[in-house]
């Protein structure tokens, strides 16, 4: 029987603008623990912001640091079946959501397929993205990173 890969650090962001939003995500964050071969080692905390190129009400975000033996198409699939779970639909592209869960990084993985792109390639451009990983991953993302996005509506929610 083949061994488990080796564990690596990954990253997940977490959104819903539809429905109980921030019960969406809440629950999705346990749900992340209870993926196999998975830890979550760091929360964000959760975050409001404007969609952005996107329609409908204001997201729910945060971001997850796991610990993962999963290789990242496993862990792709395990994401999409919990937004499936959550109620996912997918009318059309960038549609307000009960859950989205983008796969940000995947240890030092360098992937670029039709169906998973790591780093994500729209993560840099993101305040809903940046600001929770600085929160929990100050070292992965840069001042002026943080910069470009400061126009970018998100507030910290208490």
């Known amino acids: 029987m083949p061994s488990a890969p080796e564990p690596v650090t990954a990253y997940v ?5 539809l429905g109980d939003a ?3 995500v809440r629950r999705a964050l346990g749900d992340l623990a209870q993926l196999p071969h998975t830890q979550v080692t760091a929360r964000s905390s959760l975050w409001r912001s404007a969609p952005v190129a996107a329609s409908g009400p204001d997201f729910i975000n945060a971001v997850a640091e ?7 198409p496993d862990l792709l699939n395990a994401l999409q079946q919990l937004e499936n779970a959550a109620g996912r639909q997918r009318p059309y592209p960038n549609a307000p959501r009960t859950l989205d869960l983008d796969l940000l990084r995947h240890g ?5 397929t039709p169906r998973l792109q790591v780093p994500h390639p729209r993560m840099m451009a993101r305040a809903f993205v940046l600001r929770p ?4 991953a100050p070292h992965l993302v840069s001042a002026a990173a943080l910069e470009a996005v400061a126009r970018q509506a998100i507030e910290r929610l208490p």
């Open 66 to 72: 796991l610990r993962t033996s999963l290789t990242a």
């Open 133 to 136: 990983l600085a929160e929990i």
């Open 13 to 17: 962001a977490l959104g819903a603008n």
């Open 108 to 112: 030092d993985a360098r992937i670029d």
């Open 22 to 24: 921030r019960t969406a």
